[in-house]
Protein backbone atom coordinates (compact mmCIF):
# COMPACT_ATOMS: atom_id res chain seq x y z
CA UNK A 1 0.00 0.00 0.00
CA UNK A 2 2.99 2.12 0.90
CA UNK A 3 4.58 2.07 -2.10
CA UNK A 4 0.86 2.60 -4.57
CA UNK A 5 0.44 5.76 -2.53
CA UNK A 6 4.01 6.91 -3.40
CA UNK A 7 3.85 6.26 -6.83
CA UNK A 8 -0.41 7.67 -6.96
CA UNK A 9 1.61 10.88 -5.19
CA UNK A 10 4.76 11.10 -7.41
CA UNK A 11 1.73 10.66 -10.59
CA UNK A 12 -0.13 13.45 -8.94
CA UNK A 13 3.12 15.62 -8.92
CA UNK A 14 3.61 15.14 -11.81
CA UNK A 15 0.22 15.87 -13.22
CA UNK A 16 0.32 18.93 -11.25
CA UNK A 17 3.27 20.38 -12.83
CA UNK A 18 2.46 19.87 -16.31
CA UNK A 19 -0.96 21.04 -15.59
CA UNK A 20 1.19 24.51 -14.23
CA UNK A 21 3.28 24.46 -16.82
CA UNK A 22 0.87 24.42 -19.99
CA UNK A 23 -1.33 26.69 -18.35
CA UNK A 24 1.89 28.94 -18.87
CA UNK A 25 2.17 27.93 -22.44
CA UNK A 26 -1.58 28.48 -23.12
CA UNK A 27 -1.37 32.08 -21.30
CA UNK A 28 0.91 32.78 -24.28
CA UNK A 29 3.95 33.07 -22.23
CA UNK A 30 6.95 35.25 -23.50
CA UNK A 31 11.06 34.86 -22.65
CA UNK A 32 10.19 37.08 -19.85
CA UNK A 33 7.71 34.82 -17.80
CA UNK A 34 9.71 31.92 -18.00
CA UNK A 35 12.66 33.19 -17.07
CA UNK A 36 10.83 34.06 -14.23
CA UNK A 37 9.45 30.62 -13.11
CA UNK A 38 10.90 28.40 -11.28
CA UNK A 39 10.82 25.56 -13.85
CA UNK A 40 13.33 24.16 -15.69
CA UNK A 41 13.53 24.99 -19.57
CA UNK A 42 14.54 22.81 -21.57
CA UNK A 43 16.82 23.64 -24.46
CA UNK A 44 17.38 20.57 -26.37
CA UNK A 45 13.39 20.13 -26.65
CA UNK A 46 11.95 20.00 -29.83
CA UNK A 47 10.73 23.31 -30.86
CA UNK A 48 13.95 24.97 -29.52
CA UNK A 49 15.96 22.39 -32.10
CA UNK A 50 13.18 23.57 -34.73
CA UNK A 51 14.01 27.72 -33.83
CA UNK A 52 17.89 27.09 -33.91
CA UNK A 53 17.56 24.93 -37.33
CA UNK A 54 15.43 28.07 -38.97
CA UNK A 55 16.23 31.07 -37.72
CA UNK A 56 15.31 32.76 -41.05
CA UNK A 57 11.84 31.65 -40.84
CA UNK A 58 9.19 34.68 -39.72
CA UNK A 59 7.83 32.46 -36.71
CA UNK A 60 11.01 31.57 -35.49
CA UNK A 61 10.49 34.31 -32.91
CA UNK A 62 6.92 33.44 -32.18
CA UNK A 63 7.58 29.60 -31.57
CA UNK A 64 10.95 30.58 -29.53
CA UNK A 65 8.65 32.70 -27.27
CA UNK A 66 5.95 31.31 -26.66
CA UNK A 67 6.93 27.78 -26.95
CA UNK A 68 10.55 26.93 -26.83
CA UNK A 69 11.17 29.23 -24.19
CA UNK A 70 8.43 27.82 -21.53
CA UNK A 71 9.05 25.29 -19.58
CA UNK A 72 7.40 21.95 -20.62
CA UNK A 73 7.36 18.52 -19.08
CA UNK A 74 9.90 15.71 -20.22
CA UNK A 75 8.07 12.40 -20.41
CA UNK A 76 9.68 9.10 -19.48
CA UNK A 77 8.07 6.52 -21.39
CA UNK A 78 10.15 3.51 -21.86
CA UNK A 79 10.85 0.43 -19.69
CA UNK A 80 14.83 0.36 -20.01
CA UNK A 81 15.27 1.30 -16.69
CA UNK A 82 19.19 2.02 -17.30
CA UNK A 83 18.41 4.12 -20.05
CA UNK A 84 15.88 6.10 -17.83
CA UNK A 85 18.28 6.42 -14.92
CA UNK A 86 20.89 8.23 -17.15
CA UNK A 87 18.25 10.29 -19.18
CA UNK A 88 16.72 11.48 -15.64
CA UNK A 89 19.86 12.07 -14.28
CA UNK A 90 21.24 14.14 -16.93
CA UNK A 91 18.09 16.46 -17.29
CA UNK A 92 17.61 16.78 -13.54
CA UNK A 93 21.80 17.45 -13.32
CA UNK A 94 20.63 20.44 -16.27
CA UNK A 95 18.32 21.31 -13.79
CA UNK A 96 19.81 22.23 -10.84
CA UNK A 97 22.85 23.30 -12.84
CA UNK A 98 20.43 26.20 -13.96
CA UNK A 99 18.72 26.57 -10.09
CA UNK A 100 15.78 25.78 -11.51
CA UNK A 101 12.88 22.64 -11.28
CA UNK A 102 12.43 19.90 -13.81
CA UNK A 103 9.13 18.72 -15.18
CA UNK A 104 8.88 14.79 -15.86
CA UNK A 105 6.05 12.92 -16.25
CA UNK A 106 6.41 8.94 -15.67
CA UNK A 107 3.86 7.51 -18.52
CA UNK A 108 5.17 3.70 -17.74
CA UNK A 109 2.89 3.28 -14.50
CA UNK A 110 0.82 0.11 -14.35
CA UNK A 111 -2.66 0.20 -15.14
CA UNK A 112 -2.18 4.02 -16.39
CA UNK A 113 -5.22 5.88 -18.19
CA UNK A 114 -7.71 2.61 -17.23
CA UNK A 115 -7.27 1.50 -20.44
CA UNK A 116 -8.26 2.94 -23.96
CA UNK A 117 -6.67 3.67 -26.84
CA UNK A 118 -3.87 5.36 -24.73
CA UNK A 119 -4.13 1.94 -21.69
CA UNK A 120 -0.81 0.38 -21.20
CA UNK A 121 1.76 1.04 -18.87
CA UNK A 122 4.16 -1.88 -17.13
CA UNK A 123 2.23 -4.76 -16.84
CA UNK A 124 2.82 -4.73 -13.22
CA UNK A 125 3.50 -3.27 -9.82
CA UNK A 126 6.74 -5.83 -9.56
CA UNK A 127 7.80 -5.05 -13.67
CA UNK A 128 7.02 -1.09 -12.80
CA UNK A 129 9.93 -1.18 -9.78
CA UNK A 130 13.67 -0.41 -10.16
CA UNK A 131 15.46 -3.56 -10.44
Known sequence: ???RKRAASASVLSIA???????LAVGGGTTAQAADSAFYV?????????VAANPGDSRAAVIRD???SVPQARWYTTTNTSSVRSEVSSFVGAAAAAGKIPIMVVYNIPNRDCGGASGGGAPSHQAYRPR
Open 17 to 23: LVTGAAA
Open 66 to 68: RIA
Open 42 to 50: DTSNSSAKW
Open 1 to 3: MKR
